[in-house]
């Protein structure tokens, strides 16, 4: 069964490969991120669990967005949805109510498709990926294809790109495990996240399935997006002007967002109501795994 303990006994299994951090004694308590504005300049927002769950806005995360604006903070989203290209993902958010401009946005996706390394001429990069993408926004040069309509890509393709889980299943873990097995090749994973909060619960995210692969392969991975470098120093280059110790990665999860900030060292605050730990004491988790946010606070 798929549940927070499930997801949050997973990542810890993993810790030894995440980045590492410290973190505070204790966290500071708040109802919403308004509480934290005395503190930050410029907030980093994941989207799931924070802004919306699914394809639902959370509730008075749009007005705490232009409460946040109209006091001068500076917004960008730092998103491990890797499903999207740009235009799909601002035109999510736009209609979800939220006004966050292009510049303003931040995906794994895009991060992935900047370091996405050049293959041998004539092979392609097997694309995982949800219905209908049709790699629009990848990098000139890149020939990505669709594994799951092509699946002789699965022993001829030059390399693995994970966007979705969407339409994967444990037939294609196997088959792609066996293939690596015998054929090693580069497996990058735009999305890490293990699990995402959805409107009917959590679902199993590319991050999951990679790792699963990994324990039987001797493949090379690259991840792209939090907690990992890449997406936080994506991100933060994007405010260059303010200082780290003022700027908080906000997220609804332990060992990506609040990790991942504290990595960069930047502030960190976990929504509790929304995600991750919708419905639970987040304390016990918080002890187990010594991952202590600067802030704690129910609602964005």
């Not at 639902?56 to 995360?61: D, H, K, R, V």
């Not at 693995?160 to 444990?170: H, K, P």
């Not at 015998?182 to 990679?210: K, S, Y």
């Amino acid at each position: 069964m798929i549940d927070t303990q499930f997801a949050f006994d997973r990542y810890e299994s993993l810790r030894s490969e995440l980045p590492q951090a410290k973190f505070p004694k204790a966290s500071q308590t708040g109802s919403n991120l308004r509480d934290t504005a005395e503190h930050f300049d410029a907030y980093i927002l994941d989207a799931f669990g924070v802004l919306n769950r699914g394809e639902t806005a959370i509730e008075g995360a749009v007005e705490r967005m232009s409460e946040l604006r109209a006091a001068g903070k500076k917004l960008i989203v730092l998103t491990n949805a890797a499903s999207y290209t740009r235009v799909e993902i601002l035109a999510k958010y736009h209609r979800l109510g939220f006004d966050f401009t292009a510049d303003e946005v931040v995906s794994s996706r895009d991060v992935a498709f900047a370091n996405l390394p050049k293959l041998k001429d004539g092979l392609v990069w097997a694309a995982i990926s949800a219905e209908g993408d049709d790699f629009s926004d990848a990098p000139n040069g890149a020939c990505l294809e669709d594994l799951i309509s092509n699946p002789s890509l699965f022993s001829t393709a030059g390399g693995f790109l994970f966007l979705s889980a969407a339409r994967w299943g444990e037939e294609e873990t196997l088959e792609l495990s066996n293939d690596l097995k015998a054929n090693p090749r580069p497996l990058i994973i735009a999305n890490p996240d293990l699990v995402a909060p959805r409107e009917d619960g959590l679902t199993i995210e590319p991050g999951m399935i990679a790792h699963d692969i990994l324990a039987q392969t001797s493949t090379n991975a690259a991840f792209y997006g939090k907690p990992y470098d890449n997406a936080f120093n994506t991100a933060l280059a994007k405010l260059t002007d303010i200082p780290r110790d003022r700027i908080a990665m906000v997220g609804d999860t332990l060992h990506t967002d609040v990790l991942g900030g504290a990595a960069a060292g930047i502030g960190t605050v976990l929504i509790t109501d929304h995600g991750l730990f919708s419905g639970y004491d987040v304390s016990p988790f918080i002890e187990k795994s010594g991952i202590q946010p600067d802030w704690i606070v129910a609602t964005t």
